[in-house]
């Protein structure tokens, strides 16, 4: 949205506010960060900028809360399913191996349930193939530079709201940390200590959107800004019948 006096610009200017995404690296070869980043990061973002109540000043009420909960659980779930799992380490005989990939086959044929299979299987003997020594990088294709409208930067100008824009900041600073990560260079799985980094960042967002439910503060009306009054009928006074001596003598007399 060029021109748009909302959007922060990127350029460095005085009293410009630093652009939430610098920093990002937009390419990186691993595919469930790709993933986390258009299936779970922008889905959420930009669900979070259409919401009315999201942009006014005030506590926030019980659905926005719990939507930005059940969200934020949705993202520490899709940490936690592409991490690391340690189940042999290089020097496991394949003997041994291939037992473990047994036992995790005649499960499957039996009577337990996915779920838990599911998890056994989640990033363990993948992690430990021989990559290809060109992996096959992928970039970044959303708009970060605060041009999309459902991408905004989080202005004062968009959101009032205090605990609104350190949300948004917080989401958007997590997404340049997993670019920049030592995980970004994998191929598909994270490691422990970064997924532990980023599952306490969505600990502390949590924390930020109970907060916002609880009256912190005394709340402060604003003032209507002076572009707000443009669009009032004769706010200026533009339209008054002037004064004039003699206009009052046509009034009653004493």
Do not use: C
Request: charged share 20%.
């Amino acid at each position: 949205m060029p021109g748009d006096p909302q959007v922060l610009k990127v350029t460095s200017e005085p009293g410009m506010v630093k652009n939430t995404f610098t920093g990002i690296r937009a390419t990186f070869p691993n595919l469930a960060i790709h993933k986390l980043i258009s299936e779970e990061f922008l889905p959420f973002r930009k669900a979070l900028s259409r919401r009315p109540e999201f942009q006014t000043q005030g506590l926030w009420e019980g659905p926005l809360v719990t939507f930005v909960h059940q969200y934020l659980d949705r993202i520490t779930n899709s940490i936690r399913q592409a991490t690391h799992k340690d189940v042999s380490d290089v020097n496991t005989p394949l003997v041994d191996r291939v037992a473990t990939l047994t036992g995790h086959v005649d499960r499957m044929i039996g009577t337990e349930d996915l779920e838990s299979i599911a998890q056994d299987f989640q990033a363990t003997h993948s992690d430990q193939m021989l990559n290809p020594a060109m992996p096959r990088v992928q970039s970044l294709t959303f708009t970060w530079e605060g041009t999309d409208p459902d991408i905004p930067q989080p202005t004062p100008g968009r959101y009032k709201d205090a605990s609104a824009r350190v949300l948004m900041t917080g989401l958007d600073l997590w997404v340049v940390e997993m670019t920049n990560s030592p995980s970004s260079n994998a191929q598909r799985t994270i490691n422990r200590n970064d997924a532990g980094i980023w599952i306490t960042w969505m600990a502390d967002l949590y924390n930020i959107a109970t907060r916002a439910a609880t009256d912190q503060t005394p709340y402060i009306p604003e003032a209507l800004d002076r572009s707000q009054y443009d669009a009032i009928w004769n706010a200026d006074g533009s339209k008054d019948t002037p004064v004039v001596d003699g206009a009052g003598g046509q009034g009653e007399q004493v």
